[in-house]
């Protein structure tokens, strides 16, 4: 079971390889293949996402959740897409339409982009990038000019109060969100993600560093657009925030692409803090499966229980709360690796 | 005629960051030449890729693309206070165009001119090994004064900018 | 500060936060709040018109849809005001059954305050755990009346039927398991700090300000001024009952949030007092089929409604409608109010100062 | 003002206004009938002099002839309660605003201008609360068409 994935790619490049293409062909024509993948296993996860965020809304709120398509309504996901792909595609008369029309398809690559360097098992990465955590972290930050085009474009002063809000939210969180990383890379010593997985062999790096922890899963949290800090979205204030004038399936494209980066934020958490795909017993990719999906519950967890936080509070946390924060975790973490070293532990 | 597929890369990348760079220039809407300029900036990381320079690329994507571009769309969407399909015409003053006439003259003979006088080596090897411990050595051993400078003198910047934009208290 | 341009955004009246038909026109200058214009009107149906066709009966359901969300306040006050210019005795067992009703109402109404404040600051799930709670009353309401939510249950000179044996067991039981209720929305909502940050301090009303704008009911006293009509002028039996009123101390939001949710557990004191003291007799006493109030009578009667002073002014031309009816609606009169509170603060700040004020649309446009 | 005395109050206030007040009472209310130019005078002292700071209904009605308006008062926190009534005529429905005085009236006069057509000078934006800017006519009105 272990080996299933890693033994079908193999297969495929040497099948490849013997209809006569060069390796780097194979390996390209291999890439695409593994994106597809990719591809594939975002749809699937959101569409069991989406599924249980309602049950676990439904949970939380005493209500059942959906409940008639299917067994526990596990089809309803599916009959939402279907009706979200076949509404009517509204594009405002007053919208720069280029922009508004592109700004959802920008949205979802980058956040389809992001798996690429996720270790999804042992050995099972698109691309073992030398510095996979900084491409994580600049992949991201695109995301802002996809919600600045979405408000820019949609000609609304709802939509672009959203994508302010998230342009500043995004922006400010992104610094503490990278430092409170620095100190994992500190101590596994590379931005190769695979090696810091590696590093977690005897000890997760949630232990040795909390502070890191909670600081990056907070600002997960405001990277991700999510309760307490949907600040862009805001349905109660800002009506639906950026997307306000997107319907159907562009609408739906940024819900896609909002559960995608869950997904990938929350795959990164344990991949960084969790000790990624090891484990005992299964197969490493059921591992990272598992504690991707309870890292997910928790942010669920938070979305449904807290009020909204206020953006000028919101900023002000991050800039005087959770940034000095990070920064005195790292200069800790640094002192303290130094002070392993002159113990002669590490 | 054979091409590797590093060939294509590059073919393809340099093309499309010549095509949004050409956008940049040639859209009315400012706003869509900004945009423009985040596909050309992705498209020169792209380049960097393909010569193996994982790491600039990244930066050029995080400081370039996302942050420095976000500024320049900010700054735009601030001062437009027009029909945005009118805002990068091309200037209808004469002096105006004889100075960018100039200016591109200039540009491109400096160009030209260097890379005309300029030996460059048949084949670079890629850098081997560490890519990112030779950049922290240069950066934070060597360089460590002139870097620290020039983030000083970086920040004494975005000071000085403020106050000549929110103009200075009198008292 | 730099220079900027000032923008006008329109809060409603199509807007998930502004319970019904509000449009708030609020000038902005980037997300804090210079001004804010009140419109009304969008629920407007012309109900203090319609009373000049109806007969004085015959306008008790179009009380009940004044506030929708406590209508057996709206009707009470009409009726009492009716009852008051008539003379008309109400029988005791109806007068309990018409308390344990308006307070059952006020708790129901506070349920929805609470609740609906909380999703307009984000927290959806506690709107759902409010609407739990709130719909054993609605059940009891429907036991009593058929009706769950525009009871109509009030008549002029009574209550329109005796409760059901099954409904004694039910407020009982309510009444508690309220303190556990009361329990889990303070650990939801009212301990939660984010919520505190967002509504301490924020729409902060002075208590000259508020008299001088005739803010009254949980709105008024959150400001700490001890003004509850059921203590200041005693209508129906509330002179018999022991309750406290609930006072604020800042008059911010926070403050009106804690009286209501304070409010709550006083009115659940006084209807355990009225179900222990309900005594049996007469629902209604014996009204003239048609009612006709000499000409000239006229009576201003007020209530305390969950809103705050609910006022019928009633001018009688001795025939058997009314010459002329006004409300005075509590809803109508705080939300004015609500650019003083806004004003210098953010954009999120004026949907909790709509929240806290709690207006009901139906009630302030009529 | 010590202790609070309605009827010294009101021989206080008839031997100030003198034939410009009429005092009328009835089993709820004491009324205080007066002339629109006298009303602000009226109110400004109900409110300084006495207390009545709770301005808590002014509505208008409709007498063919003639439109009444009243204002209820009570003082908080002691409670007293007095009304104020003033009479215009049909053809010159004007009186001044007591915005200045009792805040409150701001939204009740406007909607006494919206509803029942009367102008009340000095307010800052008599303009229309509850029906469309485009409305024609005053609803509440006695002659006022009703359709449908």
Known sequence: MEHWFTDIAQALVNWLMGLGLSAGWADFVLLIVQWLCIVMIVTINVIILIWLERKVSGFIQLRLGPNRLGPYGAFQTIADAIKLLTKEDIIPSRTDKWIFMTAPLFFIVVSVMLYAVIPMGDGMQVVDFNVGLLYFISIGSLSTICLLMAGWGSNNKWSMLGAMRA????????????????????????????????????????????????????????????????????????????????TGMRWALFFLAEYTNLVAVSALCATMFFG???GPGLPSWLWIIIKTYLIMLVFMWMKWTFPRIRMDHLMSFSWKILLPVSLANLVLTGFGLEFFKWMGWW | MDISLADLAFIILAGFTLLTALGVVLFKNIVHSAIMLVFSFLGVAGIYFTMHAGFLGLVQILVYAGAISVLIIFAIMLVMNQDPEKTNLPSPNIPNIMAGTYLTILLVGALVGSIWFTSFPEKVAPVSGDE??????????????PLELAALLLLVAVVGAIILARGAEHK | MLQTDQYIINIGPQHPSTHGGLHVEALMDGENVVDAIVHLGYVHRSIEKIAESR????????????????????????CQAVEKMMGIEVPERAEYLRVIMAEFSR??????????????????TGLIYCLRDRERIMDMFEMTSGQRMIASYMRIGGIAEDVPETFYAAARSFLDDLPQMIDEYNGLITGNEILQCRIKGVGTLSAEDAIAYGVTGPNLRACGIDYDIRKAEPYGIYDRFEFDVPLGTKGDSWNRYIVRLEEIKESARIIEQALDALPQGDIRTKVPRVLKPESGWEIYHRIESSKGELGYY?????????????????????????????????LQDIIANIATLDPVLGESDR | MDVFNLEAMLQELQQEMGEKLEIDEDAFFTYLKIDAQDLPALMETLRQRYGFNHLANLCAVDYEEEFELVYHLYSIPDNYKVAVKVRVSRNKAELPSIMDIYPTADWQEREAYDLMGISFQGHPNLVRILLPDDFAGHPLRKDFKKEG
Not at chain 2, 137 to 143: A, E, K
Not at chain 3, 55 to 78: C, E, I, K, M, N
Not at chain 3, 328 to 336: G, K, V
């Open chain 1, 276 to 278: 990624g795909w090891q």
């Open chain 3, 107 to 124: 708790i129901s109404s506070h349920l929805i305050f609470i609740g609906s404040m909380a999703i307009d600051l984000g927290a959806t």
């Open chain 1, 167 to 246: 342009v500043a939210q995004m922006i400010s969180y992104e610094i503490p969100l990278a430092i409170s990383l620095l100190g994992v890379v500190m101590i596994a010593g590379s931005l190769r993600l695979s090696d810091i997985v590696v590093a977690q062999g005897n000890i997760w790096f949630v232990l040795l560093q909390p502070i890191a922890f909670i600081t990056y899963f907070i600002a997960a949290t405001a990277e991700l657009n999510r309760g307490p800090f949907d600040m862009p979205e805001a349905e109660q204030e800002l009506t639906a925030g950026a997307y306000t004038e997107y």
């Open chain 3, 55 to 78: 007969t004085y009966p015959q306008f008790v359901p179009y009380a009940s849809r004044l506030d929708y969300l406590a209508s057996h306040l709206p009707t009470l006050g009409y």
């Open chain 2, 132 to 145: 990112l411990g030779l950049l922290t050595g240069l950066m934070l051993g060597d360089y460590v004064i």
């Open chain 3, 314 to 346: 009633i001018v009688a031309d001795g025939g058997n409608k009314p010459y002329r009816l006004h409300v005075r609606a509590p809803s109508f009169i705080n939300l004015m109010v609500l650019p003083i509170i806004s004003r210098g603060g953010k």
